[in-house]
């Protein structure tokens, strides 16, 4: 009669290991070590202003990093964010901000015209090459040119990180959302979350 | 007619007039869509689900276009929350089986695209398969983030709000 109680501890092994496994993923650390993500950045909105991390303080902010030219991540992630704020309504405390690692085609007349099919709320950022890096960096952000993606110079491809951090009020970082999280999931995420 | 014969020809005109899909042979392209681009984009995505009904598997090996520059299929993968993209050279459809381009995986990309697409429109895209030779779909422009064919359910048309830019 050992068997039964193999499995049984088989069993208990294997949801202990799923529940370390979910506490794992589901901690915002794991994207990087404790409270780095955030941090002083100068860019350019869509307007053609400058802005700085100042401008944002004493509202949360709802960060992702892409490009326009992106066609299938950054359009669903920036749809996601203008249902999540159409689900919460009103909501001034919350800015979305789209920050473009591709600064070389990325204009602040391009970002607008992009930004215009989703919520108005949505900010558009770019800059100088190491204006972005530094922003970039001060969020872990990742980003790449892929190299050989196409033979034009105005045609080429980007990988990047594909996650939406929520940012306090004082800038502090609040919690992230994984790519492919739905509207309504961010909302309530949201509006328990923000400060 | 009996009943049979007149719903047997219903289907066949369905499939043969249905502006959403198009067939060759034992391939069949179904519900082609586009995300609309804003009026300085320079690329753009389609998407659409394609059905083997032979016996022997199929592949996708290029797409045509007059919308762009190129036109290439490409494919979204993740990598530790890095979202990458890559050209695929082919896209097998099993034998009996499907393949579905949607956001997140595989799409018909347009890269160097000539002029906006702009939400209701349609345009053709021609999709060429090793065995069943080309098939034309006329594609249909949905909203600039929407998520399917019908585009995203319950989500606002943001492109058409007062903006305040």
């Known amino acids: ?13 294997i ?14 650390n794991k994207i990087a070590s404790g409270p780095t993500i955030g941090g002083s950045f100068t860019l350019v909105d869509h307007n053609a202003k400058a802005v700085t991390d100042a401008d944002f303080k004493g509202r949360n902010m709802l960060i992702f990093f892409g490009y326009t030219y992106c066609p ?4 669903t992630a920036m749809q996601t964010i203008s249902d999540a704020l159409d689900i919460l309504g009103d909501r001034p405390d919350i800015v979305p901000v789209f920050v473009s690692v591709d600064t070389k085609r990325d204009t602040p007349e391009v970002l607008k015209s992009y ?25 872990g952000v990742y980003y790449a040119i892929v190299e050989g993606s196409s033979g034009d110079p105005d045609d080429y491809l980007m990988n990047h990180s594909s996650i939406t951090y929520l940012m306090g009020p004082d800038g502090a970082f609040i919690t992230h959302f994984s790519h492919g999280t739905p509207p309504d999931q961010m909302a309530e995420k949201l509006d328990r979350m923000a400060k | 007619m009996n009943k049979l014969n007149t719903f047997l020809a219903a289907m066949i005109a369905v499939y043969a007039f249905s502006p959403i899909s ?8 179904m519900e082609p869509w586009a995300r609309a681009s804003s009026k300085m984009a320079k690329s753009a995505a389609a998407f659409l689900v394609i059905h083997n009904n032979g016996k022997q598997a199929d592949t996708l090996i290029a797409a045509e276009s007059d919308m762009s520059k ?27 089986g499907m393949a579905t381009l949607k956001p997140g995986g595989y799409h018909v990309m347009f890269m160097g695209l000539k002029k906006p697409l702009d939400m209701g429109t349609t345009f053709p895209l021609t999709l060429v398969f090793e065995k069943a030779g080309k098939v034309t779909v006329n594609v249909k422009v949905q909203k600039a983030g929407a998520m399917g ?17």
Do not use: W
């Open chain 1, 1 to 13: 009669m050992k068997r039964p109680i193999l499995y049984v501890l088989f069993a208990v092994a």
């Open chain 1, 15 to 28: 949801l202990l290991s799923a529940l370390v496994a979910k506490n794992y993923f589901d901690s915002p």
């Open chain 1, 72 to 75: 299938d991540v950054c359009p």
């Open chain 1, 115 to 139: 930004l215009e099919n989703f919520h108005p709320s949505i900010v558009g950022m770019t800059g100088t090459p190491e204006q972005v890096v530094a922003a970039a960096k001060a969020y």
């Open chain 2, 22 to 29: 198009a067939n060759a042979g034992d391939i069949m392209v």
């Open chain 2, 70 to 96: 190129r036109t290439e299929v490409h494919e979204s993968y993740m990598e530790k929350d890095i979202m990458m993209m890559r050209h695929v050279d082919t896209v097998v459809i099993p034998a009996g």
């Open chain 2, 149 to 165: 064919a019908m585009g995203s359910k319950g989500s606002m048309d943001h492109s058409k709000m007062k903006h305040a830019h």
